[in-house]
């Protein structure tokens, strides 16, 4: 070898010594930088003409399994999933608290049942009486707290979507860029080691926001897609977008139109995200909280009418019921029907001390079984009439479309009302309500006081704006042909949908919004999901009373349940203020009929009403399927410990999810990071490598130039 050739591959290695020595300074200097991988420094002999004439490097390149790089991101999206239920179901709990807690609603109903077992034993005790309405408010006041709760969470759930949104747009942007860079430098044959190592930490930060696929291009380009195939980044990236609403209430949904959707490039994608905080906060806000909060408006609805059953078949005493506000809603009075059963209803005045003043029955009034409910109200008026000796109007159908009573307080006489059978014994009498007129019952409710809502214990302050039906099969489908005529405040008969057979939910729902005369009322549909099945919702946007009644006697919408939705039922129940504000109109004892005379009179004694409001909570009531409980009878309170239980059970699964999504992360991250992490000792040692490398290389140059100084001298 000449001494030219010697002194290039000593100049050869002395460059690739350096090489080797930055390679090793950039190791070291980001032993601590997150996402950072290994650059292992490669070089090679080089060769011309068959002759070695040193050494060259080649491109550094990264130590990393993308496997597992795979698995760790797969991972990061269920855990990103898991963190956003298990922060949510922490909060539920503070809310919610456990079945064994002595401020639960399990407890305040059990509290409830135990205050009207203490005033059955002495109904005039106005002390108790407050006592017992006041511990009905605190479950009042707890479910709504309870329904206030799950709406802000829904609230800030989808804000939350709205930023992660937001954060998946940055990301994406952020990728994109280090594509770009990446093929640049690649194209140049410059190193793109740590770009990509850049690019690999965003990818990794947006698998904690949604799932998603990928793949490398030979360019140096990542292609980014939903798992269902929809583009996220190819040359550009798709841009993401979410506009949280401002309110909610227990009606609105997701499927509904109540909720915005996430879009890429307007195309709705939310559907297609099945991981990642992203489905998290997707899966809160329209299945999770929503399944809650169907829970407790069951609960509420059903306490409320078995407590409304009883407290109506009752009447205060010794107060003087002069004053009953119905809160049954009437769209159309002149025409809306009803029919009574075998019995009939007694109508009583009774003086102060209890003896009868007057009586009559509604038939009598009414002239036979049926009537329109202003011929009810008539018939109402035509007693009352008959005892004052002039004409009144003391029974009227407000404003609102409610059937309200109110005597004088000049007169001397309260009014109650007794449903009996054909032998004159106390039982409820059978309503049947044609709710459009047309000749067929829409609805069956026992008792006519309860009918109407004239002594409700428990009321709510709202319309009837939305119709569900009950939660039924997703392949449902029609057996027979019927009708669905639906109506609203001012305009009882908006549309009638034809219902055919072999029609499903969806194709209901499709019909209802593409009736245009429903479109123009601001009357929606939609099908919305819950437990293992599917709810027909039917909604008047603007809050009026909705009326929805079948055309025809085949029972389909009996069958699926359709009817005023129990849905926000918790966020306003509230005990009658006019009962909360005076405890002696408690309904404590029901009319007495003497068999003898024919005469009816109530006795300061008769507790009959409060044993009755006791032994609702004793009786098991047939709860439907709602949210992720199963349908089933149980008493009030079992059923509110099985919300609270199956809220915690889920809070502690989702927690020991996480922990363990947490460890397995953990476990492929420690992997990762023996294969692709930083390692001082080895580091150190390849530092020593080349440290002695450089010195042998300047070595040989020093030695090369000292022989070509003793070529030079010996020629001169």
Avoid: C
Avoid at 165 to 177: A, E, K
């Amino acid at each position: 070898m000449s001494i030219t050739l010697a002194l290039g591959a000593a100049m050869s290695g002395l460059t690739t010594a350096q090489q080797g020595l930055d390679s090793v300074s950039r190791n070291i200097s980001n032993v601590n930088t997150k996402g950072y991988t290994r650059k292992i420094f490669v070089q090679e002999s080089q060769v011309l003409s068959g002759t070695g004439v040193g050494v060259r490097a080649k491109a550094l390149t990264r130590n990393v399994d993308e496997s597992l790089m795979r698995d760790i991101r797969r991972e990061a999206a269920m855990a990103g999933d898991y963190s956003v239920q298990t922060n949510y179901y922490s909060r539920i709990q503070d809310s919610f608290g456990t079945p064994a807690d002595n401020s639960s609603i399990a407890h305040r109903i059990s509290s409830l049942a135990s205050q009207f077992e203490t005033l059955g034993l002495d109904v005039s005790d106005i002390t108790q009486a407050s006592n017992t309405v006041h511990s009905a408010a605190d479950v009042a006041d707890q479910l709504n707290r309870m329904s206030q709760t799950i709406q802000d969470l829904r609230l800030e759930a989808d804000r939350s979507i709205e930023s992660n949104v937001q954060s998946v747009n940055d990301l994406l942007g952020r990728i994109d860029t280090l594509n770009n860079e990446i093929v640049r430098n690649q194209n140049t044959f410059q190193d793109t080691g740590d770009l990509e190592d850049q690019r690999d930490q965003a990818l990794t930060d947006l698998a904690g926001y949604m799932d998603f696929s990928y793949f490398k291009r030979d360019s140096g380009e990542v292609i980014l897609l939903t798992t269902s195939g929809s583009s996220l980044l190819d040359k550009n990236p798709v841009t993401l977008a979410h506009m949280a609403v401002t309110k909610t209430d227990a009606g609105l949904t997701y499927e509904g139109g109540n909720f915005n959707g996430i879009t890429a490039n307007g195309v709705d994608i939310t559907s297609q995200i099945k991981g990642g905080s992203l489905a998290g906060y997707v899966n809160m806000r329209d299945t999770i909280l929503t399944g809650m909060q169907s829970e407790i408006d069951q609960l509420s609805t059903q306490m409320k009418a078995e407590l409304n059953a009883a407290h109506n078949r009752g009447t205060p005493y010794p107060e003087l019921a002069q004053s009953f506000n119905g809160t049954r809603t009437f769209i159309d009075p002149a025409n809306q029907t009803i029919s009574l059963g075998a019995g009939d209803v007694k109508l009583v005045l009774y003086n102060a001390d209890g003896t009868q003043a007057a009586q009559s029955s509604l038939k009598t009034e009414l002239g036979g079984s049926s009537g329109t409910v202003n011929d009810v109200v008539d018939a109402l008026n035509s007693f009352f009439s008959s005892y004052n000796g002039s004409a009144v109007t003391w029974a009227s159908v407000d404003a609102d479309g409610h059937v309200d009573i109110a005597i004088p307080s000049t007169e001397t006489v309260g009014f109650a009302m007794r449903d009996e059978d054909a032998a004159n014994g106390a039982a409820d009498i059978a309503i049947a309500f044609d709710s459009n007129g047309d000749g067929f019952t829409d609805q069956s409710v026992k008792g006519f006081s309860n009918f109407f809502g004239l002594n409700d214990f428990y009321v709510n302050d709202s319309n009837n704006y939305l119709y569900d039906s009950t939660v039924v099969s997703k392949g449902w489908k029609a057996s027979t042909t019927s009708g669905m005529e639906i109506g609203m405040t001012g305009n009882p008969s908006v549309a009638t949908i034809a219902i055919g057979p072999q029609d499903s939910i969806q194709s209901i729902a499709a019909k209802i919004n593409a009736d245009p005369n429903l479109a123009a009322a601001n009357i929606t549909a939609s099908v919305v999901n819950e437990g293992s099945g599917v709810r027909l919702r039917i909604l008047q946007n603007d809050g009026k009373e909705l009326n929805v009644a079948e055309t025809t006697n085949a029972g389909v919408l009996n069958r699926i349940g359709v009817a005023p939705s129990a849905s926000g039922n918790a966020t306003d129940l509230e005990v009658r203020s006019d009962l909360f504000t005076n405890p002696a109109l408690l309904s404590s004892g029901v009319l007495q009929r003497n068999a003898d005379t024919g005469q009816y009179s109530l006795g300061s004694g008769d507790n009959s009403i409060a044993n009755a409001m006791a032994k609702v909570f004793d009786t098991p009531t047939k709860f439907g399927e709602t949210g992720a409980l199963a349908g089933g009878t149980q008493t009030f309170s079992q059923y509110a410990a099985s919300i609270l239980s199956q809220s915690s059970s889920a809070a502690s699964r989702m927690e020991g999810q996480s922990a363990t999504q947490k460890t397995l992360i953990d476990s492929l991250t420690l992997k990762q990071g023996q294969i692709s992490g930083v390692n001082l000792d080895e580091e150190l040692t390849q530092l020593i490598i080349y440290q002695q490398a450089y010195s042998a290389a300047a070595r040989v140059i020093n030695t090369s130039t000292q022989l070509f100084d003793i070529l030079n001298n010996i020629k001169t």
